[in-house]
């Protein structure tokens, strides 16, 4: 998993610097040229080429800013904090399914709820085999596997033994 995220991030880092050193110069080379155009005749006879030529080192320098900020920030990430690689990671949408192991953790947490003991009604955390305020059994371990079921089950989850 890791191998393959390194593996991706050089690739998209390489192409954008490719498009960066391609954009920008461009860029560049037309700004100047529009410029130069613009002094020796005093009237632009390309109008348009700053249109073009902005929007290309702009091209050019977002390409770069990521191509190699992404080093940097995986530096950073490497040595500091783990958030910062999820963050790098996921903007360039690389952590599609990153994101949804963080969902499905989410909901996984959620759908663990704290339990409700049915003897007296007090919430347990989650886990909690045994109430901790009146110590009555929270969960039905199977008598046949040993598995825990949740108090209201009438089969066991993991062997389909009747409970009670
Ligand atoms: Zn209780
Ligand atoms: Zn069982």
Request: charged content about 25%; glycine content about 6%.
């Amino acid at each position: 998993m890791e191998k393959h995220y390194l593996c991706d991030n050089k690739k998209a880092k390489k192409v954008l610097k490719t498009l960066g050193w391609i954009f920008f110069p461009i860029g560049a080379f037309l700004l100047i040229l529009s410029l130069v155009d613009f002094f020796l005749s005093g009237f632009p006879s390309f109008p348009a080429l700053p249109f073009i030529a902005l929007p290309l080192i702009f091209l050019g320098i977002v390409s770069l800013m990521f191509g190699y900020m992404k080093e940097v920030n995986k530096y950073v990430a490497n040595e500091t904090a783990p958030v910062a690689a999820d963050v790098t990671n996921y903007m360039l949408d690389e952590t599609r399914d990153e994101v949804q192991k963080t969902v499905s953790g989410i909901a996984s947490s959620i759908s663990q709820k704290e339990i409700i003991c049915p003897s007296c009604g007090i919430v347990n955390e989650k886990g909690a085999i045994f109430c901790d305020h009146c110590g009555k059994p929270l969960v039905k371990i199977c008598p046949k596997c040993q598995e825990e079921n949740d108090f209201d089950s009438t089969y066991c989850r993991k062997c389909g033994e009747r409970l009670d």
